[in-house]
T-cell receptor, first 117, second 116 residues
Framework: GAVVSQHPSRVICKSGTSVKIECRSLDFQATTMFWYRQFPKQSLMLMATSNEGSKATYEQGVEKDKFLINHASLTLSTLTVTSAHPEDSSFYIC?????????????FGNGTRLTVT | AQKVTQAQTEISVVEKEDVTLDCVYETRDTTYYLFWYKQPPSGELVFLIRRNSFDEQNEISGRYSWNFQKSTSSFNFTITASQVVDSAVYFCALMLYGTSGSRLTFGEGTQLTVNP
């Protein structure tokens, strides 16, 4: 079964509103969580990394004030797209890992398809 | 800087044909992991394989096989006797360990279409 649950799977919102996406680890405590964005027919691009107990580290070009990431607990990370615009329409997918090292398994959620009208 | 290149944007084959998806990576690190994921139209990422940089042994899993060659920085994926259900986008990815923890860099993906 799924070890990382992402919710919602699809969301449609109006321009200017904010949307929150949740990523939960079900069977383990995730010390590290990642958020990716995927535009149609493109690759997955890492947006930010969050480690438990510290603020998220954003990739270059990702606006941290627009994409608020909160590693609220060891089993929950949220991504809030603030004041969404049509260009934010994309597929957002999270992944979680129980340990920060290379040897730790990496589990992906099923993704959230965001459409901003 | 790390980079993963999947030169084949799209591949179309007829069912039962064998198909190889190429993956070339770049990194200065000596310790890393390589992955292959399958992404069907529904969007979720399906894990296929994980291989560490110290293990160059080729692997076979059913109709899937992987060829890892450090000398050419390649990690190619072959599907034998392809089936329509294999149609998907396939991503090769490289994982390194940095100051923020492990980070995964994806290639651009290869859209595989298997026709009946």
């Amino acid at each position: 079964g799924a070890v990382v649950s992402q919710h919602p799977s699809r969301v449609i919102c109006k321009s200017g509103t904010s949307v929150k996406i949740e990523c939960r680890s079900l069977d383990f405590q995730a010390t590290t969580m990642f958020w990716y964005r995927q535009f149609p027919k493109q690759s997955l691009m890492l947006m930010a990394t969050s480690n438990e107990g510290s603020k998220a580290t954003y990739e270059q070009g990702v606006e941290k004030d627009k994409f608020l990431i909160n590693h609220a607990s060891l089993t929950l990370s949220t991504l809030t797209v603030t004041s969404a615009h049509p260009e934010d329409s994309s597929f957002y997918i999270c992944s979680a890992s129980p340990l920060p090292g290379l040897n730790s398994p990496l589990h992906f959620g099923n993704g959230t398809r965001l459409t901003v009208t | 800087a790390q980079k993963v290149t999947q030169a084949q944007t799209e591949i179309s084959v007829v069912e039962k044909e064998d198909v190889t998806l190429d993956c070339v990576y770049e990194t200065r690190d000596t310790t890393y992991y390589l992955f292959w994921y399958k992404q069907p139209p529904s969007g979720e990422l399906v894990f296929l394989i994980r291989r560490n940089s110290f293990d160059e042994q080729n692997e076979i899993s059913g109709r899937y096989s992987w060829n890892f060659q450090k000398s050419t920085s390649s990690f190619n994926f072959t599907i034998t006797a392809s089936q329509v259900v294999d149609s998907a986008v396939y991503f090769c990815a490289l994982m390194l360990y940095g100051t923020s923890g492990s980070r995964l860099t994806f290639g651009e993906g290869t859209q595989l279409t298997v026709n009946p």
